[in-house]
């Protein structure tokens, strides 16, 4: 079974720039996670979707941030502009949590993300 | 709601010899709770899960965990530690959303 697939494995921009991450799930996993995580530090949720229905968006930033999964599998997430403090791995996960007490989540191996 | 506590920011351990990482939870009913590892410059892999049948876990590469209802603990151990253990390790609990601290990062010395 292939894992979490994520895209690129690494990204350099300079600051302003637009930059777009891209994640496809488990096959079958209707719940995907985008993960910010800092150097030394663990991951942060941004934004959880429920097929394309966005559930949990609270921490992500919207005035630069955004992300979309519109047909309920693969997903994007976009900066623009990117600043400095962007810089840090991008995670991606997915789970299957329709069935009872299977929520387990399953991660990709991140977006590098370096902003000059 | 419910959140969890690693102990230990760091552990160091001699290769050949027991590995315990501690972790607490707080929760107002029955968790599901897991233990996640990372290696440098990899994303999280699930070590083992707990979700409320056998309490004693057994997960990947030799570790296991058990649920301490009583001392609201999910320690992590591993009876001999091997110097591919050495990396970060989370544990972390939900209802509908993983909550992570900054993990528990072990090395293993010769």
């Known amino acids: 079974e292939a894992g979490v697939v994520q895209s690129p494995r690494y990204k350099i921009i300079e600051k302003k720039q637009p930059v777009a991450f891209w994640c496809n799930p488990i096959?079958?996993?209707?719940?995907l996670y985008w993960y910010l995580q800092n150097l030394g530090q663990g991951p942060e949720l941004l934004i959880r979707?429920?097929?394309?229905?966005?559930?949990?968006d609270s921490q992500l930033p919207k005035d630069r941030f955004s992300a979309e999964r519109l047909k309920g599998v693969d997903s994007t997430l976009k900066i623009q502009p990117a600043e400095l403090g962007d810089s840090a791995v991008y995670l991606c996960?997915?789970?299957?949590?329709?069935?009872?007490?299977?929520?387990?989540?399953?991660f990709g191996p991140g977006t590098r993300l370096t902003v000059l | 709601a419910q959140s969890v506590t690693q102990l230990d920011s760091h552990v160091s351990v001699s290769e050949g010899t027991p590995v315990l990482l501690r972790c607490n939870y707080s929760s107002s009913y029955s968790p599901s709770l897991f233990w996640y590892v990372q290696h440098p410059n990899k994303g999280l892999q699930l070590l083992l899960k707990?979700?409320?049948?056998?309490?004693l876990v057994k997960g990947i590469n030799g570790f296991e965990a058990e649920f301490k209802k009583s001392e609201t603990s999910f320690h992590l151990t591993k009876p001999s530690a091997h110097m591919s253990d050495a990396a970060e390790y989370f544990c972390?609990?939900?209802?509908?959303?993983?909550?992570f601290g900054t993990g528990t990062r072990l090395q293993v010395t010769l």
């Open positions: 996960a997915s789970s299957d949590t329709r069935a009872p007490r299977v929520d387990t989540q399953y």
């Open positions: 972390t609990g939900t209802a509908s959303k993983l909550t």
């Open positions: 707990y979700t409320s049948a056998a309490t």
């Open positions: 096959s079958g996993h209707n719940t």
């Open positions: 979707y429920e097929n394309e229905e966005a559930v949990d």
